[in-house]
């Protein structure tokens, strides 16, 4: 638990921001929305002192619109300022932000929402996404315009103890940015281990690295990174296991190795996700056919735990029968 | 009355091929007809279709049966087709069959359908050939279904497809998938000339029961919707309300 700087120093001012973000708290942790704070509260707690007037929330897409209902049931007014990233909220003139698309395509997702921490601020209790999402965060936010991102995301460096493993994982998302940031750093004398540069760098740039052959690209950062560590292709499908790809393809790829691959012909799994964990659900006519399709999925997906949640599906005698009244 | 028992996406497979008991033994005596509406096999392979043949040979009562997407998959379609009709299954691919029945006449149309989705999500044949081709198929099969119902005189008249002709037995589904899933094409081709029911597969995660916007009920018998080795259906003998049908 960390206590949290003072936001601002108008005292007025200070008293308005304190009341309404604690309505938000109470209006957030009584709707059970999964959410953490980012922005300036996140900042301040895990950085450098800050101030800030408004109050960023970081919630997953599908439950922005249940944030709104669930804020506007405690007093405040909200708008859909913009459907694919932001919508906002007001109460006595201090503006919550909910945000439910990070600058980069960063998303709170489940990993995420795990590593979440608790501060406290004026006794309340604060979640605030945890430092190494914010450092990328802010990375892939800063701006001409917002210049004060990169400064907020160094003093992360200085202030936190960061895990760099998970940052260097969650890096995927921007990796270039984060990668000039922690040089940048460096440059500062500020703290990051050598090693984290390197295996950013190798992570980017693939065997390349080595090589010297690196040519600059003109590729945005979300979108690269995972294809240059190319898997072996299945011999008999043509089919790629996704070993080091982003997560976000894994699913799609499974998808289509279970519907292609002779060993199950598949098209009727349902598969959830979450980082690298993967459910498998629904229905199939046999015990052979389950376990050939879990067989699959681990041998698809290397790195990932599988959880085999597929029933029998029954197949028994029909109940009685429905009588269709012919005509009116 | 007639009793017609139906099922549809059986998805046999390798694994049945040594499967001594038949799902269907128990059949006889409790209707007067099976209808499969497709996905009989899971790979679309001729030893997959042997497997279910021999669980369908010596069935006493009238067996009709269309392909699904499944049966095409290996390019054996013709095999698999003439398997089953080699154990006295009535394998109808825009075709029609009139059966007699304790006296009476029971008249099915049988195609697979496809895809091409619904009013307000449909596909056009508009554009790339790849996506004309995929439209056109759709609209072949509604032709088809439309010309087949147009000729069909029958005390029952019925439609056995694979894919849906309506929205309603999809609910369940995620309604990305739609458009791969059935056409209103179907539905409409069955509304023009009527019908007493229409029997489909092919949606796992839709619902048993709906009608075409005319009131025909169709009933979505995919295994995994019905959860039992098929389903029997009563239809009492009577008028059809629909003018087509020949019994008006």
Redesign the interface.
Known sequence: MRALKRTTVNPELADRFNRVLGETVEAMDESKIRYAFIGGIASGGLGRPRSTHDIDIFVMPEDAELVLRALSKHGFSTEKTDPSWLFKAFKSDILVDVIFKSKGEIYLDNEMFGRMITAEFHGKRLKLVAPEDLFIIKAAAHSELTPGHWHDALALLTHSNLDWEYLLRRARRAPRRVLSLLLYAQSNDIWVPNHVVLRLFANIFGELADTGAVEPSNVHDSHRDFSRVQAKANPTTGLRAPTREHPAYILPHLREALAQDPRTHELDIQIEQDGYKIVLQGEVTHQERRVAVENLAKEFCPGCVIENHIEILPCTEPGEPEEISRGD | MI?V?AIGD??Y?R??LNRAQS?FE?LAG??DLLLIAGDLT??GTLEEAQALASHLRGISIPIVSVLGN?DF?SDQQNQITETLRSVGVVMLERETVTLRIRGESVGIVGLKGFGGGFSGACITEFGEPEVKSFARHGRLQAEALRSGLKSLKADYRFVLTHFSPVEGTLLGERREVYPFLGSYMLGEAIDEFGA??AFHGHA?HGTERGETPGGV?VRNVA??V?????????????????SNSKRS
């Open positions: 009793r028992a059986v998805h497979d694994f049945c799902p128990t409790r209707s899971q790979a499944h998959h007493d029911a796992h009920p295994q995994p019905i959860h039992h080795a098929y389903k029997i259906y009563n239809f009492e003998a009577g008028t059809s309300r629909l």
